[in-house]
């Protein structure tokens, strides 16, 4: 499906195709984080070069490096939960949200009996405002 880039978004449309990308694959760096953390370290079949290696070093900073990649992004959900806590139920994810405008549209509180909920354009406009706190967390622009 086509993806409309609006006039009023924060950020330019290579930055918002950057946190999208990111935020594509948030399961796999909280793995990858886990995996740094609690797993075995990976043999890589010897010292090629003339330098002593040292692991430890290694380690720290890629387990820094995805860290504050998560912080970024769980600081932009909390954000997002505060400025929506008024207008969605208890439970509201936000980053399920950015996914899937049918559960962005089910987690808002109806007024009424007649009331259908946000509108597909609200979720877009979501979507952008997400796309920039995650950014300016990141430090991406």
């Not at 007649?114 to 997400?130: E, Q, V």
């Amino acid at each position: 499906m086509r993806e409309y880039y609006p006039q009023y978004a924060e950020i330019s449309k290579d930055v918002y195709e950057q946190v999208k990308g990111i935020l594509r694959g948030y399961d796999r760096i909280k793995k990858e984080r886990l995996d740094l953390l609690y797993g075995t370290p990976h043999k890589n079949g010897g010292n090629r070069s003339s330098e002593p290696g040292n692991p430890t070093e290694q380690k720290a900073l890629k387990l820094e490096s995805i860290s504050a990649r998560l912080e970024g992004i769980d600081q932009a959900c909390i954000a997002m939960r505060g400025d929506y806590s008024k207008k969605t139920s208890y439970e509201f994810d936000p980053l399920r949200a950015f996914w899937n405008y049918n559960y962005f549209n089910c987690q808002h509180i109806r007024r009424g009996s007649n009331d259908n909920g946000p509108a597909y354009r609200t979720w877009l406009r979501y979507r952008f405002k997400f796309a920039a706190a995650v950014a300016t967390n990141l430090k991406l622009f």
